[in-house]
């Protein structure tokens, strides 16, 4: 009967060492911080936890819902770039309402190490009227965050944030109009981005002001809307008021939107595209 013998982990020897002893190489610790010593996973974890934090924080990378600070996949994508992962979309598929996407997270040298599925679908409330390439990369955008947060939720907990990624949360879905927040906005959102932007300064800022409210409401009410509106009404009445007459605290301001020019309306077109794409309008 003939045996047949395995070896499992060995180092070659070449011509001229025969009778040398076989080395044996112990294998490579196979998680993310290169050890096998538990507690100097937990120290490397909270170093790039540490430096994530700050990234965060800086980049305005999360969303605070309901009080609580959740990660957005850029935010995601940072730490995985971190530690050596990459998140790799790996097939889609068209449902008969909407996108179905696969994404893997894989180690530099090509090794799976998590993966998700994940869906956007017309049934959804804010997707329902979208196009077919919205729904597309919402449901890849939310298979990369939900594979990403499979491998990395616990350095997301040591930063100190929610581990479900922002992408998850219930506001991207719906759009909510109860008595807390009233009815949605529903006037015309090209004039309300350019008054979100004349009223911060530039686009980046008008952008990072309706996520904020979205973040915290899950859609842009009426009021809210109204409040900026004349908030940039009384930013341009105090701004052409002569300095040597003083301010009457107690008249009305006038509200008149003033006429936006040709450059300012296209490019609150495509910033309302933007934000209708981020479920923010």
Same mark, same amino acid.
């Given at each position: 009967?003939?045996?047949?013998?395995?070896?499992?982990?060995?180092?070659?020897?070449?011509?001229?060492?025969?009778?040398?002893?076989?080395?044996?190489?112990?294998?490579?610790?196979?998680?993310?911080? =290169?050890? +096998?010593?538990?507690?100097?996973?937990?120290?490397?974890?909270? @170093?790039? *936890?540490? &430096? $994530?934090?700050? !990234? #965060?924080?800086?980049?305005?990378?999360?969303?605070?819902?309901?009080?609580?600070?959740?990660?957005?996949?850029?935010?995601?994508?940072?730490?995985?770039?971190?530690?050596?992962?990459?998140?790799?979309?790996?097939?889609?598929?068209?449902?008969?309402?909407?996108?179905?996407?696969?994404?893997?997270?894989?180690?530099?040298?090509?090794?799976?190490?998590?993966?998700?599925?994940?869906?956007?679908?017309?049934?959804?409330?804010?997707?329902?009227? =979208?196009? +077919?390439?919205?729904?597309?990369?919402?449901?890849?955008?939310? @298979?990369? *965050?939900? &594979? $990403?947060?499979? !491998? #990395?939720?616990?350095?997301?907990?040591?930063?100190?944030?929610?581990?479900?990624?922002?992408?998850?949360?219930?506001?991207?879905?719906?759009?909510?109009?109860?008595?807390?927040?009233?009815?949605?906005?529903?006037?015309?959102?090209?004039?309300?981005?350019?008054?979100?932007?004349?009223?911060?300064?530039?686009?980046?800022?008008?952008?990072?002001?309706?996520?904020?409210?979205?973040?915290?409401?899950?859609?842009?009410?009426?009021?809210?809307? =109204?409040?900026?509106?004349?908030?940039?009404?009384?930013?341009?009445?105090?701004?052409?008021?002569?300095?040597?007459?003083? !301010?009457?605290?107690?008249?009305?301001?006038?509200?008149?939107?003033?006429?936006?020019?040709?450059?300012?309306?296209?490019?609150?077109?495509?910033?309302?595209?933007?934000?209708?794409?981020?479920?923010?309008?």
């Amino acid at each position: 009967m003939t045996t047949t013998e395995t070896v499992v982990d060995a180092t070659v020897i070449e011509d001229g060492q025969a009778g040398a002893e076989l080395v044996h190489q112990p294998a490579a610790p196979a998680n993310l911080f =290169r050890t +096998d010593d538990p507690a100097e996973v937990v120290s490397r974890a909270s @170093a790039v *936890a540490d &430096a $994530l934090k700050g !990234v #965060l924080v800086k980049q305005k990378l999360t969303s605070t819902i309901s009080g609580r600070e959740y990660v957005r996949v850029e935010g995601l994508q940072t730490v995985a770039t971190m530690v050596g992962l990459t998140p790799v979309t790996t097939g889609t598929r068209r449902l008969d309402n909407g996108f179905e996407a696969t994404c893997e997270v894989r180690t530099l040298d090509g090794r799976v190490v998590g993966a998700a599925t994940a869906m956007c679908t017309r049934d959804e409330r804010t997707w329902a009227k =979208r196009d +077919d390439y919205a729904l597309l990369s919402m449901a890849q955008t939310r @298979a990369t *965050a939900k &594979a $990403l947060r499979s !491998v #990395l939720a616990f350095v997301v907990s040591l930063a100190g944030y929610e581990t479900t990624p922002a992408e998850e949360m219930p506001h991207q879905d719906t759009e909510p109009t109860g008595p807390v927040f009233g009815p949605a906005f529903s006037g015309d959102k090209a004039q309300l981005m350019v008054t979100l932007e004349r009223l911060v300064g530039d686009h980046e800022q008008a952008m990072a002001v309706a996520r904020t409210v979205a973040s915290e409401a899950g859609y842009m009410p009426a009021v809210v809307a =109204r409040a900026l509106q004349r908030a940039e009404s009384a930013r341009r009445a105090h701004n052409s008021r002569p300095s040597d007459i003083p !301010v009457d605290v107690g008249q009305p301001v006038a509200d008149v939107e003033a006429e936006p020019t040709e450059e300012e309306m296209a490019a609150a077109e495509a910033a309302v595209e933007n934000a209708k794409q981020e479920g923010l309008l």
